[in-house]
């Protein structure tokens, strides 16, 4: 399965825009990119997932750059609800979820 | 709620010992995943059934087995168990196999003493 990078961590203040980026440069044409999330002591709760196009929904944004060597969640704004572990995740069609390290989000009031 | 449910929530057991998890999917899902999160390895896929067959398998011990039932319940069976065992064990489920979205399952935390 393709692999992704992202950073472990980042942090944001309440109410202000936060951009997650996640590179994936081995990227197959058929790979879709999937975001989760992980609030803490709860399962993992799908966000986003996306192929070609920008995707919105109304959770987040998905960006996916023009060549989908890389792709950036937006969560326009953070409330401290969304301190949780980011996890992007490339996945073929039928495929199954291979979950990295993710990047601990920490939202500041 | 995802509207899938697991249980029980919490399992201490001791090394050498079996426990089963059980997992109900929501409501139509045919499709029912499992997951493995411990401390040092983050989560691992574990295997996958689709409507009772086993369709995919992932870093699945051999110590460990599955199966899902005709009214698509799941149960994971874990046996000679090992202090390494000890980790949250999450269930998803999906209508069918494809590549959308997977419900979670708020997990079983299983503690082998």
């Known amino acids: 399965d393709a692999k992704t990078t992202q950073p472990n961590s980042m942090e944001s203040n309440e109410e202000e825009p936060v951009h997650l980026p996640c590179n994936h440069s081995t990227i197959s044409g058929t790979d879709y990119i999937h975001w989760y999330r992980q609030l803490p002591s709860q399962g993992p709760e799908y966000v986003i997932h996306g192929l070609t196009s920008n995707v919105n929904n109304r959770m987040a944004s998905l960006a996916i750059a023009e060549d989908r060597k890389s792709s950036t969640l937006i969560l326009h704004r953070a409330t401290l609800r969304d301190a949780a572990v980011y996890y992007c995740i490339l996945r073929d069609e039928g495929g199954n979820l291979i979950f990295g390290k993710g990047t601990k989000l920490s939202v500041k009031p | 709620d995802s509207g899938v449910t697991q249980t029980p929530k919490h399992l201490i057991t001791a090394t050498g010992q079996r426990v089963t998890l059980r997992c109900s999917p929501r409501s139509g899902d045919l499709s029912v995943y499992w997951y493995q999160q411990s401390l040092d390895q983050g989560l691992q896929f574990l295997i996958q059934y689709y409507n009772g067959e086993e369709r995919a398998k992932g870093n699945i011990l051999e110590r460990f087995s599955a199966q899902q039932f005709p009214d698509l319940h799941s149960e994971l069976n874990l046996s000679s168990l090992e202090l390494g065992d000890s980790a949250l064990y999450f269930c998803?489920?999906?209508?069918?196999?494809?590549?959308?979205?997977?419900?979670f399952g708020p997990g079983t935390r299983l503690t082998v003493l």
């Open positions: 998803a489920s999906r209508h069918d196999d494809g590549a959308g979205e997977q419900f």
